[in-house]
């Protein structure tokens, strides 16, 4: 497993409230950049793998979704964990 449960909560803990808050949008964002990250380099090696690729691009969307409720609820904390993460957008 590519992450463990230290690890989920280390993430939590640092982009969440605290190590229990799994449901904050930040929390969420920052473990979907993660899983992100892990299958763009499982893709890298394995180019034929199009269920990882079509798993990648979905959570790509579900990431872009959570950052548009971000956007939409409060721009301080959108603009905080875009800076965080290092996103593009």
């Not at 497993?1 to 969440?16: A, C, D, P, Q, R």
Request: aromatic share 6%.
């Amino acid at each position: 497993m590519y992450l463990t449960k230290e690890g989920k909560e280390e993430l939590f803990k640092k982009h969440g409230k605290n190590a229990k808050d799994t449901g904050s949008a930040e929390g969420q964002i920052a473990l979907f950049t993660q899983r992100i990250e892990h299958l763009t380099q499982h893709l890298k090696k394995n180019r034929k793998d199009y269920n990882t690729e079509r798993s990648l691009v979905m959570l790509v969307g579900k990431r872009r979704s959570l950052l548009d409720y971000l956007t939409k609820k409060d721009v301080l904390r959108y603009r905080a964990i875009v800076k965080e993460l290092g996103l593009r957008k």
